[in-house]
C-alpha cells in the first residue's frame, strides 16, 4: 500500500511535500542509475533522453506524492511514468518510427514488467552494465567517458566530477553535454560490447567504477562520511566485469581494492556518523570475510603473471592494512615503497600527498614535509582540502601547533563533505 498522503492523516500539505521531496531525493540518489539504464534500452539506447524521461518522472512525482502519497516501489513507479511519458511523445509524432510502435504496442499488451508491484533486477542490472559499456564508448574521448559514466551511471553531480577532477565545472558540464551528443549522432547501440572489443574499453570502465567507489567511500560533498550504497554498487559492477574478463589482472585487482576498503566501513563512523580514523578504528569489526575476498582476489590477479599495474599496487597497500592486527603493526615502510611504485606507472599529485602520508609514518613527519613543499610549489593540488589537511597533521606532530590550526582550518573550508569539515575544525580545535 502506499504511505497515506495529508488527505488522509491530517498532516499538512507543507509536511507532505517534504515528505514527498525527501523520498523523491532518496530513490533518485540509490537507484537513478538502473532508472536510466532502463530508460536508455527502452529509448533505442538514447541516454540524453534517457535523461531527459527520468527527469520529467521525478517532476510529476513531486506533483503526485504530496497527495496520493509514496508508491510501495517508487523507482518502479518513476521508471512506469518516463516510458509512459515517451509512449505519448511518439504517438504525438506524424510519422512514428516502427520499433517505437512496435514497443508501444508491446508494452500496452502485456503490461509494464516495472510497474508499482514489482521491478527485475536481473534485467536492471544488465541495464546498468550495459550503460557502463555504452558510455565508455571508443567514439568518446577517455575525459568524455569517465565524466559521463560518473554523472549518469554513478549519480554524481557536476560539481563533485569536477572536485574529483580537479578541472573547473564549466569543463564538465561540456564535457557530458558534447559526449552525449556524440553517443546520439553516433547511433551507438545499447548493448554489452562483443567478447573482443572488452579490453579497447577496459581502461575506461575501470576508471570509473574506481572513482563512483570512492564517492561512497568518502563523498565528495553532502553530510556523510560513507555512502555504502554508492560503493556497493561500484563493487558488484566491478565483480561482473572481472567474471567477463577473467584472464585481466587490472580488474581483478580492482575488486580486491574495493574489497578491502569496504571491509572497514562498519568501523569508519561512530553511532552518530561521526568519522573515525584509521588508526582509532575498532579492527574487530572489520568484515574479515571482505578481506579474505581481497586477498584472494589479488592473489588470483597475480597469478595471470604481467606485473601489478595501477589498482594491483594500491590493492597491496590496502592489504599491508587489512592484515595489520593493531594500528601499530602496519608496515609503513613497505606501503611508502608501493605509494613510490605506484607514482612511477601512475603518477599523480594525490598518489604523491598519500606518499608523503607514508614517508611520514615511517621516518617521520619532517621528511615528509618536504614532499607537501614540492606539491605546494608545483600548484597541482590548489584547491584541495587533502593537502593543507595533512599539513596540519605533520606540523602537528612537531609541535608547531598554531601553524597546525591554521592548515587544518584552511582544509575545512576547502572540503565539500560537511563530516569531513567538522572532524577538521574538531582536530584544530583539540590542538588548542
Known amino acids: 500500500m502506499n504511505e497515506q498522503a495529508h488527505g488522509a492523516t491530517g498532516v499538512d500539505g507543507a509536511e507532505a511535500e517534504a515528505r514527498a521531496r525527501r523520498a523523491v531525493d532518496a530513490v533518485w540518489r540509490i537507484e537513478s542509475a538502473r532508472i536510466v539504464a532502463t530508460l536508455a534500452r527502452f529509448a533505442a539506447g538514447d541516454v540524453e533522453q534517457a535523461e531527459d524521461l527520468a527527469q520529467e518522472a521525478v517532476l510529476e512525482a513531486l506533483r503526485q506524492w504530496p497527495v496520493e502519497g509514496v508508491p510501495r516501489n517508487p523507482g518502479a513507479w518513476l521508471t512506469t511514468v518516463a516510458k509512459r511519458r515517451a509512449i505519448d511523445t511518439w504517438r504525438r509524432r506524424e510519422r512514428l518510427d516502427e520499433r517505437y510502435a512496435a514497443i508501444a504496442h508491446d508494452l500496452e499488451q502485456r503490461g509494464d514488467a516495472a510497474s508499482d508491484q514489482g521491478w527485475d533486477p536481473d534485467t536492471i542490472d544488465d541495464d546498468v552494465l550495459r550503460l557502463v559499456f555504452v558510455s565508455c564508448h571508443l567514439v568518446l574521448s577517455r575525459e568524455a567517458q569517465v565524466a559521463l559514466t560518473l554523472r549518469v551511471v554513478g549519480g554524481l553531480t557536476t560539481e563533485e566530477i569536477a572536485r574529483a577532477f580537479l578541472v573547473p565545472v564549466a569543463t564538465v558540464q561540456q564535457r557530458i553535454v558534447r559526449a552525449k551528443k556524440t553517443l546520439t549522432a553516433a547511433a551507438v547501440p545499447f548493448e554489452v560490447p562483443e567478447p573482443q572489443d572488452y579490453a579497447a574499453r577496459l581502461g575506461s570502465v575501470l576508471s570509473v567504477l574506481y572513482l563512483v ?14 555512502r555504502p550504497d554508492v560503493a556497493g554498487e561500484a563493487l558488484r559492477l566491478a565483480r561482473v566485469v572481472a567474471a567477463l574478463m577473467p584472464r585481466e589482472p587490472e580488474a581483478h585487482a580492482l575488486v580486491a581494492l574495493m574489497e578491502f576498503h569496504a571491509s572497514r566501513f562498519a568501523a569508519r563512523v561512530g553511532p552518530d ?17 571482505q578481506i579474505e575476498r581481497g586477498r584472494a582476489a589479488l592473489a588470483h590477479a597475480d597469478r595471470i603473471g604481467r606485473g601489478r599495474a595501477s589498482y594491483g599496487l594500491q590493492a597491496a597497500i590496502a592489504e ?49 614535509l618536504r614532499i607537501l613543499d614540492e606539491l605546494e610549489r608545483a600548484g597541482t593540488l590548489a584547491g584541495y582540502a587533502g593537502l593543507p589537511a595533512v599539513r596540519g597533521e605533520l606540523l602537528a606532530r612537531l609541535g608547531r601547533v598554531e601553524e597546525a590550526k ?13 563530516r569531513e569539515r567538522a572532524a577538521l575544525l574538531a582536530k584544530a580545535a583539540s590542538l588548542g
Open 213 to 226: 567507489f570512492n564517492e561512497g567511500y568518502l563523498p565528495a560533498s553532502g553530510e556523510h562520511w560513507v
Open 273 to 289: 556518523e561521526t568519522p573515525i580514523p584509521l588508526d582509532r578504528q575498532e579492527r574487530a569489526r572489520w568484515d574479515r570475510a
Open 320 to 368: 599491508c592494512h587489512a592484515v595489520a592486527a593493531r594500528a601499530e603493526d602496519t608496515d609503513w615502510g613497505r606501503i611508502a615503497l608501493l605509494y613510490e611504485a605506484l607514482g612511477r606507472i601512475a603518477p599523480s599529485p594525490v598518489v604523491e600527498l598519500n606518499r608523503a602520508v607514508a614517508v611520514a609514518m615511517s621516518t617521520g613527519p619532517a621528511s615528509a
Open 406 to 418: 591554521g592548515q587544518l582550518a584552511v582544509a575545512a573550508r576547502l572540503t565539500g563533505n560537511e
